[in-house]
């Protein structure tokens, strides 16, 4: 494989500042960027340590798949790394999709230093006159003033029209709700579902899609995994009549690419359903007709 453009071009070299390819003794710093609540206050959760080095990861993978990513910002002064500035190509649907993001992180002690400006114009320049994006576009929290600043004195514009939520996230939490759940972000996402035995259907819906759940939580009851989901502790894949009136706030969103099951009833000749059978067929049918009109 020939190297890309970019790859020819790193380090992209600044002032004070290298943007380069990651290295392993990159890792410890990383680690402690991505631990940091100041650092991860606009984001879902802190990462553990093994979800930092998957985050690392995966950024290295996209590099090599698409000759960019999100690189290493180091402090030409010290060596160290002082955070992440880079590209990458956004992985869910909204207004301005497809697209190449940039994006940007840095350990606090780099914070107020005009480290972040000064790498993300050296990205922006590699990302029009050395990759010749057409575009790069960059989104964030209506909370985060931070970044939206430095949008502004990159000269990018606030387009409202293509404002979105983003996806997978509990309701309540600050980065909001989606139309839809990407289905790669259960590799990212801690996962919660309940024992293998007694849903097969996870397997497939993963299998069909070509991604690996990060599981985190095994756990028997469909409830209890609600409860955790309400408490931000993981995402899970539940059917959605047992989501219906089940006393927990979180947001039922529905998966990137829809699965149905089938209902199948087993009743022995010659026998008349049973009550209990009989009441949950006309809860199905109940069901459907609500939420499903057009449904059989």
Known sequence: MNPSPAHQTLPLVTERLRVRLWTEAD??????????????????????EAESDALLARIQAHQAEHGFTFWAVEDKATGSL?????LARVAFDAPFTPCVEIGWRFLPEYWGTGYALEAA???????????ELPEVVAFTT?????SQGLMRRLGMLHNPAEDFDHPALPP????????????????????????EDRDVEFGRIFQQAGVRPNLHYTVNDDFAIQAMVEQGLGVSIQPELILQNSGHRFAAIPLEQPHFRDLVLAVRRGRAPSVLTARFVDCVRRWIGQAHPSGV
């Open 27 to 48: 890792r410890a710093a990383f680690r402690r960027m991505n631990a940091d609540p100041r650092v991860m206050k606009f984001f879902p959760s802190t990462l553990s």
């Open 121 to 131: 114009r050296s990205v922006m320049g590699c990302a029009f006159k050395v990759l």
């Open 82 to 86: 002082a955070g992440l500035t880079g």
């Open 172 to 195: 309540d939490h600050p980065l909001s709700q989606a139309p839809f759940y990407p289905m790669a972000r259960f590799a990212e996402d801690p996962f919660i579902r309940v024992p």
């Open 142 to 146: 209506e909370s985060n003033l931070p």
